[in-house]
């Protein structure tokens, strides 16, 4: 899964240039909130032309706008080679998350693309959302992730994002997200202050501790910072490899726990060595 996803306007040619350059795990192509009113049809209409220039060099995912009707036209616009994901902004329950899915599926079909290949992710960005997060975590085979919409839930909380406020929901995306095995990508703290790298680089450990394993951008200062953050450590990488080592010599051996640096292994443990093995190969 990616450690940093970075928001790019479709419209804009001269941050679309350099996409595949900032070293995002994945880039987003907004036709939501980067992309004024009036300028939506036109970000429908050159999208394909932009995937196909930039999925070959780089994981491209789309974010499509909330309410049926514009989500649908974004979909029309959006279900095509070369687009891995999509964000469903303003995701508020889980019937719209199936109700996307559905269409998804439909679209596959029709343009010959293998079944399952789009898969979904959920910003949830008001309390109502937030309550229904282990139902919309769950509601389609698709989903591969949730996330918080930090300015959208702050407003929506009548107040600005802040610690107190942020990281209690952020923790309660995270628990919803691994109880449904899919992706965690919430990180408690306010994308638009990008120039404020102590606070994200803060807020990014944070998440990691109570087991987030990566977050949004929407500048490159942001992307090192949480592709670092969330990249295992040599000191924890050279751990597991100890612990997958020392596990395979017990079960030669028939023994059900033993010890790595002094401190007892058991089958979590080794569960966590395998998993910090994978994100590095990841």
């Known amino acids: 899964m990616w450690r940093s996803l970075l928001f790019i306007p479709v419209l804009e040619d001269r941050f679309i240039a350099k996409a595949a350059e900032r070293g995002a795990d994945a880039i987003i192509l907004d036709l939501e909130a980067g992309v004024a009113d009036d300028r939506k049809v036109e970000a429908r209409e050159v999208l394909g032309s932009v995937v196909a220039r930039l999925s070959p060099e780089v994981t491209t995912t789309v974010r499509i706008n909330a309410g049926w009707d514009a989500a649908s036209l974004d979909l029309d616009a959006a279900v095509i080679p ?35 290949t789009i898969r979904l992710i959920a910003m949830l960005e008001s309390p109502a959302a937030l309550l229904l997060a282990r139902e919309i975590a769950t509601a389609s085979p698709r989903m591969a992730g949730l996330t918080l919409g930090m300015e959208d839930y702050a407003t929506a909380m009548g107040t600005t994002p802040n610690a107190d406020l942020l990281r209690p929901a952020c923790y309660q995306i995270t628990q919803a997200a691994r109880a449904a095995g899919i992706a965690p990508l919430a990180v408690p703290a306010s994308m638009a202050n990008f120039r404020d790298a102590e606070e994200m680089e803060s807020a990014a450990g944070w998440a990691r501790r109570i087991g987030a394993v990566g977050g949004y951008a929407v500048h490159p200062v942001q992307v090192e910072i949480l592709n670092r953050v969330f990249a295992p450590s040599e000191e924890e990488i050279a751990w597991a490899h100890r612990v997958v080592e020392a596990a395979a010599r017990a079960k030669r051996e028939g023994a059900g726990v033993f010890t790595v640096d002094g401190k007892m292994v058991d089958l979590p443990i080794i569960t966590r060595a395998h998993d910090i093995i994978g994100r590095q190969a990841g």
């Open 82 to 116: 070369g687009v891995s994901a999509l964000h469903l902004a303003l995701c508020e329950d889980p019937d719209h998350v199936r109700k996307v899915a559905d269409r998804v599926s439909q679209l596959e079909t029709e343009r010959g693309i293998a079944p399952g």
